[in-house]
């Protein structure tokens, strides 16, 4: 079945960095898009970043453009969260998500299997 591991998270000072990691298993990697969404306390779960199933196109959402980068490697059957400029905001639990399709919207609908999160904890 469908298994999506994260990993990576951590607590870091705002200004830093973190490299977010998910292992996939079950299917075949390389014909699915996929995203990281994540959740803070309180609020709705939110679309971080999307990627197509070859890796090249992406997409991301306007609070964290030109600061995350997503990326996947189809070989390792993984997909990366680059998450750098961290500010406060940034805290919530992170999530990969597999798309029903070979592109990654923005719509969590889109998004049958996911996986447990990761916790990034940004200080000020």
């Known amino acids: 079945q469908v298994q999506l591991v994260e990993s990576g998270g951590g607590l870091v000072q705002a200004g830093g960095s973190l490299r977010l990691s998910c292992a996939a298993s079950?299917?075949?990697?390389?014909?699915?898009?996929m995203a990281w969404f994540r959740q803070a306390p309180g609020k709705e779960r939110e679309f971080v970043g999307g990627i197509n199933w070859r890796g090249s196109s992406t997409y991301y959402a306007d609070s964290v453009k030109g600061r995350f980068t997503i990326s996947r490697d189809n070989v390792k059957n993984m997909v990366y969260l680059q998450v750098t400029s961290l500010k406060p905001e940034d805290t919530a639990v992170y999530y990969c998500a597999k798309s029903r399709w070979g592109t990654a919207g923005s719509r969590s609908d889109d998004y049958p299997s996911w996986g447990q999160g990761t916790q990034v904890t940004v200080s000020s």
């Open positions: 079950g299917w075949t990697f390389s014909n699915s898009g």
